[in-house]
T-cell receptor, first 118, second 113 residues
Framework: AAGVIQSPRHLIKEKRETATLKCYPI?????VYWYQQGPGQDPQFLIS???????DKGSIPDRFSAQQFSDYHSELNMSSLELGDSALYFC?????????????????FGPGTRLTVT | AQSVTQLGSHVSVSEGALVLLRCNYS??????LFWYVQYPNQGLQLLLK??????LVKGINGFEAEFKKSETSFHLTKPSAHMSDAAEYFC???????????FGQGTRLTINP
């Protein structure tokens, strides 16, 4: 079965540079999420998009921006990189599902992009 | 606001022994709960999910979890540990209609031969 694809898998940048991470969701999934996982930390939600519109926002720095395109792939743009931005960045995708209690989102995660800022 | 707490950042068991990883949630509305596993340098793989259909949930690789509302818990268990179970395990929660997941701090499971 097709999975979430992220590129690149590894990225090394210097301070103050910019980086662009790409995410290709599972076919027919309409929602994309971005999470940041620092060393030894749990994943932290950054932002999500549903049908190309921002649907939720978490602890995403103002230096970061993201968008979802017409083919549902998403890009996370990071500018003025800082050492603290070094982390594993996950993209996840989902399709809303209905259970007995209501709507929930079963998220499938990509392999992540490891960003190292030097 | 919802939060997820995992008790024990490290758990070590012998091969063949019972695995018990603890997760408690705090939510003002009925939650949806998930367990993910992360192997070194890899992404997050969904083990199982609770979506109000059944309180005892069976997942992949022999894992299961029981949702206990009275205890606000969703502990993960496996009757007999295998060396290949060594990984980081994350409990995560969502609420109805909300898309983002809130993760626990993670539990690193070590299996001793």
């Amino acid at each position: 079965a097709a999975g979430v694809i992220q590129s690149p898998r590894h990225l090394i940048k210097e301070k103050r540079e910019t980086a662009t991470l790409k995410c290709y969701p599972i076919p027919r999934h309409d929602t994309v999420y971005w999470y940041q996982q620092g060393p030894g930390q749990d994943p932290q939600f950054l932002i999500s998009f549903y049908e190309k519109m921002q649907s939720d926002k978490g602890s995403i720095p103002d230096r970061f921006s993201a968008q979802q395109f017409s083919d549902y792939h998403s890009e996370l743009n990071m500018s003025s990189l800082e050492l603290g931005d070094s982390a594993l960045y996950f993209c996840a995708s989902s399709l809303g599902r209905v259970s007995l209690a209501g709507l929930y989102y079963e998220q499938y995660f990509g392999p992540g992009t490891r960003l190292t800022v030097t | 606001a919802q939060s997820v707490t995992q008790l024990g950042s490290h758990v070590s068991v012998s091969e063949g022994a019972l695995v018990l990883l603890r997760c408690n949630y705090s939510s003002s509305v009925p939650p949806y709960l998930f367990w993910y596993v992360q192997y070194p340098n890899q992404g997050l793989q969904l083990l199982l999910k609770y979506t109000s259909a059944a309180t005892l949930v069976k997942g992949i690789n022999g894992f299961e979890a029981e949702f206990k509302k009275s205890e606000t818990s969703f502990h993960l268990t496996k009757p007999s540990a295998h060396m290949s179970d060594a990984a980081e395990y994350f409990c995560a929660g969502g609420i109805q209609g909300a898309q983002k997941l809130v993760f626990g701090q993670g539990t690193r499971l070590t299996i001793n031969p």
